[in-house]
């Protein structure tokens, strides 16, 4: 009987295996293949995912909330790509997982719909060693995870008219301490409750309250900027742990500029906003400009 259910999807499979197997042969090959699908299989047991089923050198699993999906990715990760005390004659392998948290109908110990889909796109374009997630996957992450997370690229999924955003997990302990660039905006406390955007008669904060806004040229956004370098939904600004964070997601950029004339640009990437400046979506936006976006963090 089909059940219709939200869940988070995985994919993880080895990269290069057919390689693998024309390099050292069909033994070495399959047990090096059987022994990864080993530790992926365990990662979800021990995050109470569930193994849906595996095709060749891939396991699709499902996990009720993104946390566990992503606690599973960092132990495949770490024990199969970070794994650098391999025994004598172990061959060096590495992987990449994707993952998209969406509705999907499971029948027959299979699961179906557009959420699979998405999921099989960001394995698609993840590289090896990475762990690549769906904007959407990362909006039902905890504050713990998604401080671990950096915007990447945009992608269109079959099925799909718009574009998904591609979030990188940084899962590596010594990376995830330093992975946002910044720009010091000022020399301000960064102890902000709240950043607020002006742009012409448009005010709105980010706060407590609202911790996510989008700026672009769709009507819906929060801040809506029309410009022809200007995406549907350019940019977003997050509030996490008391920072807020400029995440691009656009094709030309975002530009920003605090109060001494300093300048950053940042594109599909991320950076915190620290005191009072300029953004501008698409190209340079002067102070007093038409196009200028001005921010301030509020205590």
């Not at 061959?91 to 999907?104: D, L, N, Q, S, T």
């Not at 950043?195 to 448009?202: A, E, G, K, N, S």
């Not at 980010?206 to 370098?229: C, F, P």
Request: charged content about 25%.
């Amino acid at each position: 009987m089909a059940k219709d259910l939200e869940v988070a999807i995985l994919f993880a499979d080895v990269v290069g295996s057919t390689q693998l197997y024309e390099e050292h042969g069909d033994a070495k090959a399959s047990e090096t293949v059987a022994h990864c699908l080993g530790v992926m299989k365990e990662a979800t047991d021990q995050f109470n995912g569930t193994v849906i089923k595996t095709i060749g050198d891939e396991v699709m699993s499902t996990f009720e909330s993104i946390d566990d999906a992503m606690g599973a990715a960092t132990q495949m990760q770490t024990r199969i790509s970070g794994n650098t005390d391999r025994a004598d004659g172990e061959i060096p392998v590495m992987i990449r997982i994707g993952c998209h948290f969406g509705p999907v109908v499971r029948e027959h110990n299979d699961i179906f719909g557009s959420a699979v889909h998405t999921a099989n796109r960001m394995t698609s374009q993840a590289k090896a060693s990475q762990v690549v997630i769906s904007g959407a996957s990362v909006d039902r992450m905890s504050e713990e995870w998604k401080v671990q997370t950096r915007q990447i690229d945009v992608a269109t999924v079959r099925g799909r008219l718009d574009e998904v955003a591609l979030y990188e997990l940084v899962w590596q302990p010594e990376e995830a301490t330093s992975m946002l660039p910044h720009l010091e905006l000022d020399n301000k406390s960064r102890k902000a409750n709240k950043l607020v955007l002006t742009f012409r008669d448009q005010t709105v904060e980010v706060n407590d309250g609202k911790k996510n806004i989008n700026m672009g040229r769709a009507d819906d956004n929060e801040l809506v900027i029309k410009g022809n370098l200007i995406s549907r939904i350019h940019a977003k600004i997050e509030m996490r742990r008391g920072k807020f964070i400029l995440i691009d997601q656009s094709t030309n950029g975002t530009f920003i500029q605090n109060v001494q004339g300093e300048e950053m640009f940042i594109r599909r990437d991320s950076t915190e906003l620290i005191g009072e400046g300029v953004i501008g979506l698409g190209r340079v936006a002067k102070p007093g400009t038409p196009l200028a976006i001005h921010f301030v963090c509020e205590a």
